[in-house]
């Protein structure tokens, strides 16, 4: 656990550098939990960012990524669909990225489903 919590410290503020603005960590809902919800605000365009973040020590058991199934993907959407619904967000799209941390590198697949 402490792992997880330092890659998604990791993750959050990378986002915070790039200028997204962070509005939900680990929020929980009967469908799952979204690591990180972030706004990124491009012109007059609102995009809703919800990273799933995986954090490994090593690549001994795969990559990162590839933990990120279609079972879970759909998971995220679902709950994806509850947290817009409960928050009343006003956006224009939604894009799911999945934030890898192996070891200290980080990699990030935007728009990864």
């Not at 656990?1 to 960590?25: C, K, N, P, T």
């Not at 995009?47 to 933990?67: D, H, K, Q």
Request: charged content about 25%; some cysteine; overall charge positive.
């Amino acid at each position: 656990m402490a792992r997880a919590r330092w890659a998604e410290d990791l993750v959050a503020s990378f986002y915070q550098r790039e200028g997204h603005e962070i509005v939900a960590r680990n929020w929980h809902c009967r469908e799952g939990e979204l690591d990180i919800v972030a706004v990124s605000q491009v012109g007059g365009v609102k995009t809703i960012v919800v990273v799933e973040v995986r954090a490994r020590a090593s690549n001994y058991f795969g990559s990162p990524l590839e933990s990120v199934t279609h079972a879970k993907q759909k998971k995220l959407r679902s709950a994806t669909k509850k947290y817009l619904a409960s928050e009343m967000c006003n956006y224009s799209s939604v894009r799911f990225d999945v934030a890898s941390v192996l070891g200290v590198k980080i990699e990030i697949v935007r728009d990864a489903f």
